[in-house]
C-alpha cells in the first residue's frame, strides 16, 4: 500500500458525460501528479500540482482540468468524453518537486468510456 | 529530460539473480536514476534510486557505472512476484519540476 487514495477505482460513463476522479496524496506529500495509461500509448504525464498551485503541465487535454485544494488532496476533472479517453489514471504523490524525493503511485482509476 | 535505452524484454528463473540494464548516454551531472515496476493493472511502484553511488535497499540494488552513463538493477533472487515491466528513468534536478517520463521499459518474465 503506498498510502496514495483514488476514488473511484471503476468507473463506466457515456460519451459526452463528464467525470471527477478524486485523489488522496500520503500523509504530509505536498505534490500532487497525474497521469493517463492506454493500451496504445503507455503512461503519459497529464499535470503536477505542488501546494496547491500548478506547478508542471504534460499532455493533458483541454477537456481536462485538475487543482488541488488546500487539504492537498486533488480532483481530475475529465468532459465531454470520448471513447478515447477510456484508460487507466494515476494519481501519485511525493513530498517535495526535489528530483531525488521518491513518488509513490496510486492503484488507479479504470474509467470506461461507452 | 535526458532519455534512457532498456531492452523490451529479459527472461529469467526463479530464485536465480537478474541484472537489467539501463542505458543513458546523454545523463547530466544532476540527474538522478530512478527506477519503477508495475505489475498488470497496477500502479507503478517505486524500487530503487540512486545518483553516483550503488545503492541497496530491501528489493534490489542499483549498480551505477563511473561515467553514469549507464546502470543496472539486481534483484538478487527473482520471485514470481517479480514479474513486472521494469522502468528505468532519469529525473533532472534542474527541469524545474521534476516529474517522471516514462518509456516502454523492460517487460521480465520469470519462470518457475
Known amino acids: 500500500d503506498s498510502g496514495v487514495t483514488q476514488t473511484p477505482k471503476h468507473l463506466i460513463t457515456a460519451t459526452g458525460q463528464r467525470v471527477t476522479l478524486r485523489c488522496s496524496p500520503r500523509?504530509?506529500?505536498?505534490?500532487v501528479y497525474w497521469y493517463q495509461q492506454s493500451l496504445d500509448q503507455g503512461l503519459q504525464f497529464l499535470i503536477q500540482?505542488?501546494?496547491?498551485?500548478?506547478?508542471a503541465k504534460g499532455n493533458i487535454l483541454e477537456r481536462f482540468s485538475a487543482q488541488q485544494f488546500p487539504d492537498l488532496h486533488s480532483e481530475l476533472n475529465l468532459s465531454s468524453l470520448e471513447l478515447g479517453d477510456s484508460a487507466l489514471y494515476f494519481c501519485?504523490?511525493?513530498?517535495?518537486?526535489?528530483?531525488?524525493?521518491?513518488?509513490?503511485f496510486g492503484e488507479g482509476s479504470w474509467l470506461t468510456v461507452v | 529530460d535526458a532519455k534512457t535505452t532498456q531492452p523490451n524484454s529479459m527472461e529469467s528463473n526463479e530464485e536465480e539473480p537478474v541484472h537489467l540494464p539501463c542505458n543513458h548516454s546523454?545523463?547530466?551531472?544532476?540527474?538522478?536514476i530512478h527506477w519503477y515496476r508495475q505489475l498488470p493493472s497496477q500502479g507503478p511502484e517505486y524500487v530503487i534510486h540512486?545518483?553516483?553511488s550503488n545503492v541497496n535497499n530491501r528489493m534490489a540494488s542499483l549498480a551505477i557505472a563511473e561515467d553514469r552513463k549507464s546502470s543496472t538493477l539486481i534483484l538478487h533472487r527473482a520471485t514470481l512476484r517479480d514479474a513486472a515491466v521494469y522502468y528505468c528513468?532519469?529525473?533532472?534536478?534542474?527541469?524545474?519540476?521534476?516529474?517522471?517520463?516514462f518509456g516502454k521499459g523492460t517487460m521480465l518474465l520469470v519462470s518457475p
Open positions: 501519485a504523490s511525493s513530498r517535495t518537486v526535489v528530483s531525488g524525493n521518491t513518488i509513490y
Open positions: 500523509s504530509g506529500d505536498l505534490s
Open positions: 500540482y505542488y501546494n496547491g498551485e500548478e506547478r
Open positions: 546523454t545523463i547530466s551531472g544532476t540527474d538522478y
Open positions: 540512486g545518483l553516483t
Open positions: 528513468i532519469l529525473r533532472g534536478a534542474n527541469s524545474g519540476y521534476s516529474t517522471l517520463t
